[in-house]
Structure formats: structure tokens, C-alpha cells
């Protein structure tokens, strides 16, 4: 792969490689410093990338594996937690709080990693269950169990959310 | 209508294909939505929201550089090259002092002709020297000429045993 064919592949995907960063680590600087990180590691190994048949499912499942490393390093390091626990705020917090679109994306954001990795990996950068089970190694059953249970979980708590902010309003 | 809230069920079921999901966010988008769906255009939304967002520093692109090498190695030579040359300029315009020169009484004598007449007067006067020492040896060849005609006598004793 040439310099023209590596920029015109790889770095078109850096805004999807971006989303996909930022999502597992949930930090957009170490996003940033990840997504440039793996872009020099696959510009050293551009020679390889000729052999790869889906450059995108390729690089995105290198991206979600470095953000893994990372994540495991700063969990050595204990410098923060690996897996932030939700802390689901209380009613009067929650009608106070952004409204309900950034909401939500607090609770995408709060699921484990590889619900919220695969939640975004489908329904934002609308990839296929076999390019996710690649990207995540696992079955394409898997992903889709997984899916399933992150739109639940977040549909539950939308429709729990819906419910505080309807009494709150009925109480006034 | 109906349709769509057996599509949202499949959607939460994770069962939907990626067409019925791009229909499900037509639906959302719309403005024509049921009022027990409009909780779920929120999700849409959200989505929506996040497929927009770029990176902020954008990645520098990459490039190969072939000539670069060959223009490092002719900068270095043709630097060399200079280097090379300024260090004979300055070699070439030193304080030049001859190597044709002379010590003479401790002292170094470059001048050429002074140094030959010493050298001549020095010769000259060594001749001198030879020639009077010479002198007790030339009062040797008178001898030896003299005893000459005794040299070429036959020998007496021989003659007269016989």
C-alpha cells in the first residue's frame, strides 16, 4: 500500500476510528492520542495491508484492541478505574441533568465495553453482525445477544427516566 | 404505524437488519411519530449525534519520500566537498616558510647564497687542512721513488748460491 492508497483507506476512517476510541476509553484526548498512535503503527506496517480483504473491519478491530491494551495499562498503573460503575443519579438530580439525548448517550456510555462498543458499532457506524463478530472475535450469535441486551438495558432506562420526568411534572 | 412498533420490538430484540434500522431512523427523523414511540426518538437521536462527531486534530497524512535519501547523501558530499576545499584554501594560504634552509651557528639561514659561501669557505678551508697534512706523506714518495732502482736489482743471494 502507497502513501496515496494509506491515506485515501485509513485515514478516511479516522473519524469512525475516533467514535470507536472514544467509546471504549471515554476520553477524548486518549482517543485522539489512539487513533494517531495506531494510524503510525499501520503506516509502518502499510506492506501488510495489501493482504487485507476489509480494511475498515481491520483497523477498527486493531483500534478496539489498542484501546484495550491502554485501558489494561492504566488499570495496572491504577490510575483510573478500568470500568467506571454507573451511579444512577437520583429523580430530583435527573430532571435537573441534560436533557434526554445526552442522557442517553451517558448511558451508552455507561454500559460494559463490549455492549457499548457493539451498541455504537451498529447503530451509529451501521457495520454488519459478521464485520462487528470480526472486529470483537467473537460469533455473530454473540454479538447479536449482545446488542440485544445493550438496546434493553438502555430502553429500560429510558422508559425509567420517561417515567421520573412524567410524575415530576404531574406533582407540579 | 402498526408496523412500526413491531419493527421498534424487533429493533430491541436486536433482530432488525441494517435496512429496517435505516427505516426505523427515517421513521424517527420524520416528525410523524406515534406518541408512545416519540421516548424512542430520543435514542435516534443520540445516535444521530454521534455519527457526527469528528476527531478534532485531524490526523497528519503520510508520505514517502525516495529522493529524500539521495538528496541527504549529496548535501552530505557536496558539504564535505566544501569542507575538503577550505581546509587546502587555508593549507595553501598559511604562513609559508621554506623547507630549503640552513642551521647554521644555531641560527636558521634561509638565504641560499650565503648559505654556498659559508658552505664554499667551509670546504676551502677543510682542503686546506687535507692538503697540509698531506705534506709529511709527499716526502714519503721521495723515499719510495728513491729506493726504485734498489726495488728492481736482482736478488744477490739467490745469484750467488747458484
Known amino acids: ?172 | 404505524m402498526e408496523k412500526m412498533s413491531e419493527l421498534i420490538e424487533k429493533y430491541f430484540r436486536g433482530e432488525t437488519t441494517l435496512a429496517e434500522e435505516i427505516t426505523l431512523n427515517d421513521y424517527f427523523k420524520s416528525g410523524d411519530i406515534k406518541a408512545e414511540h416519540v421516548v424512542y426518538q430520543y435514542l435516534f437521536e443520540a445516535f444521530d449525534l454521534e455519527r457526527n462527531e469528528k476527531i478534532e486534530v485531524p490526523l497528519k497524512t503520510f508520505e514517502v519520500f525516495p529522493s529524500r535519501r539521495k538528496n541527504i547523501w549529496l548535501k552530505t558530499l557536496s558539504y564535505s566537498g566544501i569542507a575538503a576545499a577550505l581546509v587546502f584554501a587555508l593549507w595553501i594560504q598559511r604562513p609559508h616558510r621554506s623547507d630549503d634552509f640552513a642551521i647554521i651557528s644555531g641560527k636558521r639561514i634561509e638565504n641560499q647564497e650565503y648559505v654556498k659561501k659559508y658552505a664554499t669557505a667551509k670546504l676551502n678551508k677543510v682542503n686546506d687542512i687535507l692538503r697540509s697534512s698531506m705534506e709529511p706523506l709527499q716526502s714519503l714518495n721521495k723515499v719510495k721513488k728513491a729506493m726504485k732502482p734498489l726495488r728492481d736489482m736482482p736478488d744477490l743471494k739467490n745469484e750467488t748460491t747458484e
Open chain 1, 1 to 172: 500500500m502507497d502513501s496515496a492508497q494509506f491515506n485515501n483507506q485509513i485515514l478516511a476512517l479516522s473519524d469512525k476510528l475516533y467514535r470507536l476510541a472514544k467509546s471504549i476509553l471515554r476520553n477524548v484526548e486518549a482517543a485522539q492520542d489512539a487513533v494517531q498512535d495506531l494510524s503510525l503503527k499501520l503506516w509502518e506496517k502499510r506492506v501488510k495491508l495489501d493482504e487485507v480483504e476489509n480494511i475498515q473491519a481491520f483497523t477498527m478491530r486493531a483500534m478496539r484492541n489498542l484501546c484495550l491494551d491502554t485501558i489494561r495499562q492504566q488499570h495496572d498503573e491504577d490510575e483510573f478505574p478500568n470500568e467506571m460503575e454507573f451511579i444512577e443519579p437520583n429523580p430530583h438530580q435527573q430532571i435537573e441533568q441534560k436533557d434526554l439525548v445526552n442522557r442517553i448517550r451517558e448511558m451508552i456510555d455507561n454500559l460494559p465495553e463490549l455492549q457499548r462498543t457493539i451498541i455504537r458499532m451498529r447503530d451509529v457506524e451501521g457495520l454488519e453482525l459478521y464485520e462487528i463478530a470480526y472486529i470483537t472475535t467473537l460469533t455473530e450469535n454473540a454479538v447479536s445477544v449482545n446488542l440485544s441486551r445493550a438496546r434493553q438495558k438502555i430502553r429500560e432506562q429510558i422508559l425509567k427516566e420517561q417515567k421520573i420526568v412524567e410524575e415530576t411534572v404531574w406533582k407540579r
